[in-house]
């Protein structure tokens, strides 16, 4: 067999619903949603609105995020379209693999590794920062050798509670991920009610003269804004890597993936609205604007509950993407790309606890020990590479007899799909070299471990 026969040799779905049927069906729209939410609302809400309105949009900030969720809804349509036609474990890396063929798919599946890991890691940073600040109010102070990654001159040698949450969470997924998303949906529950508390309470404080100019740096610095905010929704893909082990998926999975947006934008707009019209844009260039704006007019009480709220959408951000990991991990051992124990469902529950062990030692390991300040930005590549080749595989999905699909179907087709893969690749052009020369090692890893060891053992392979 040639090369490119063997690189781009394509699995079928009655093979992988087959190997899927294992795992329990337990998630419903409800869980689903909240497993969504819990991924694109974290800390950034309390963050974002603030500094990209004070230094690109102003109050256009509202408009920006609503631009923003136009062109993410696009892809998540797409997601949505998949979803439904090809409810199985790996998210894009599987729906790769089954329209673009093995290669391409493993490319999608390195991606979205890249952007679940260093997502997590990065997130339990920032908890472990919030965490330490709360005990601080307490009067316990942690000793610095264990509030930070491996750096020795600055006196930090391991960050321990970074550790702990990595590992609290993936050993809860582990025991069984019913468990897991009630304490998911509490969670989402108390950040909702808690950025809630501040829309009620900060509207009461809006002056509308604050909104004007409302595009104080022209229609060019709102659209400026709403690539910046683009970011912000980036997690709902993982809705879609539940699919083996959700309820009706075909209905299900469109109302998780597409309300997850909904919900989302609704949000995010909100804060925005209410934040510019308590404070004048050009004040909210803070690492947390929100409880500035709530201390300028004297409701502190509020201000720290945004801590909690903070720890709880880090917590359930954590949740949901370790979970995501784990089952894209699952994915490619199941099909012999990585070894084969990582793709067994083991216990009663038939879950995935090989990939979810090594997912979990190894987020763990990057979250206590190496400094991830640069290697966050990576997430973005790998994240709109996925959603650019999901976007452009509707079309050659809509042409595959072997896949019925009597659920969720893209609107517009084919100018949906194409207009959704032109703006993540535009997106991809405004990203920094750095994270150009990052990510092409990173895939150039990905490369040298499938053609060293995937190509090999690959199920198709056999």
Request: proline share 5%.
């Amino acid at each position: 067999m040639k090369i490119i026969d063997k690189i781009l040799r394509k699995e079928s779905l009655d093979n992988y619903l087959k190997t899927d049927s294992k795992f329990e069906k337990t998630i419903g729209p409800k869980d689903l949603l909240a497993l969504g939410i819990g991924a694109v609302i974290g800390t950034g809400i309390f963050i974002l609105p603030g500094t990209v309105a004070a230094l690109k949009a102003g109050p256009s900030i509202t408009i920006s995020f609503v631009i923003a969720a136009i062109v993410c809804a696009l892809a998540g349509m797409c997601y949505a379209e998949f979803a439904a036609s090809i409810p199985v474990a790996g998210s894009a890396y599987s729906y790769g693999t089954i329209i673009y063929g093995e290669l391409p798919g493993w490319v999608l599946g390195w991606a979205l590794i890249l952007e679940y890991v260093l997502a997590v890691a990065a997130v339990s940073t920032g908890w472990s920062a919030y965490f330490g600040s709360l005990l601080g109010g307490f009067g316990i102070h942690i000793p610095t050798a264990i509030s930070g990654s491996f750096n020795p001159s600055h006196g930090t040698y391991i960050n321990l509670f970074a550790i702990i949450i990595v590992l609290l969470i993936g050993f809860l997924l582990n025991r069984g991920f019913q468990s897991s998303i009630r304490i998911n949906n509490f969670m989402v529950f108390v950040k909702i009610a808690i950025i809630l508390i501040f829309i009620l309470v900060g509207i009461f404080y809006v002056k509308p003269t604050n909104w004007k100019p409302y595009f104080p740096f022209g229609v060019h610095g709102t659209l400026a804004g709403a690539s910046t905010v683009f970011f912000a929704y980036l997690g709902f893909d993982t809705v879609s890597a539940s699919a083996a082990e959700v309820k009706n998926p075909s209905k299900t999975m469109p109302i998780g993936i597409i309300g997850t947006l909904i919900i989302a934008t609704i949000f995010y707009v909100a804060v925005s609205l209410v934040l510019t019209g308590m404070v004048p844009y050009t004040k909210l260039n803070v690492a947390n604007p929100v409880a500035l704006a709530l201390q300028l007019v004297h409701q502190n009480w509020v201000a720290g509950l945004l801590s909690l709220g903070a720890l709880a959408g880090m917590t359930t951000m954590m949740i949901s993407m370790i979970y995501g990991s784990s089952r894209l991990v699952y994915a490619t051992g199941r099909d012999g790309l990585l070894p084969k124990v990582l793709g067994n469902l083991v216990g009663e529950h038939h879950s995935p606890r090989n990939a979810m062990v090594v997912v979990t030692i190894f987020i763990a390991f990057l979250g206590g020990f190496v400094p991830l300040d640069q290697l966050t930005n990576l997430v973005n590549m790998g994240t709109l590479l996925a959603f650019a080749l999901v976007s452009l595989g509707i079309i050659p999905l809509r042409h595959r007899q072997d896949i019925p699909n009597t659920g969720f179907k893209v609107p517009g087709y084919p100018f949906i799909p194409i207009i959704s893969a032109l703006a993540c690749v535009y997106l991809i052009t405004t990203l920094s070299v750095e994270t150009w020369i990052g990510s092409a090692i990173w895939f150039g890893i990905g490369l040298i471990i499938y053609f060293i060891y995937g190509i090999h053992h690959s199920k198709l392979a056999q």
